[in-house]
């Protein structure tokens, strides 16, 4: 069997077939167009390439569901609001044995022992009422602060 050297969402992936596919761009540059034309349109080359890598990175990690670019840690959750609070319902996926809500004024940060973390913004005139974790499913009431 066949070994990849790098994982499939390592940066290091990204950034190794990056600077193959720039050096192929200025190669093919330098070697059509030789003198100061040649450096200026590879110095133009590399700073569109870079913006372009960027803006896809950017889309690519807001879509849902791509298990290359997010990380398999992360959960989905919804916010419901009530007539006094919010509640937070997240589907949590995996064996998670100690599971840690930790209440910050403005952000609650969910964590366990398997190595899931994730934060969870929230307006700052809420106070955590209490959370419960069954099955799969941590359910989280917050009340406002009166």
Known sequence: MIRFPFKANSKYFYAFLSIIAVSLILLVITRAVRGLSAIVLSILTILIFLYWSNEIRLILKKQPGLGIIRSSNKFTYESI??????????????????????????????????????????????????????NGTLIINLLYDI
């Open 81 to 134: 609001d009530t007539n006094n609070g919010l509640n937070i319902i997240a589907q949590i996926t995996g064996q998670h044995s100690e599971l840690k809500v930790v209440f910050i004024p403005g952000k609650i940060i969910i964590t366990s022992n398997n190595g899931l973390s994730e934060k969870i913004k929230i307006p700052k005139n809420l106070l955590l009422k209490k959370h419960d974790f069954k």
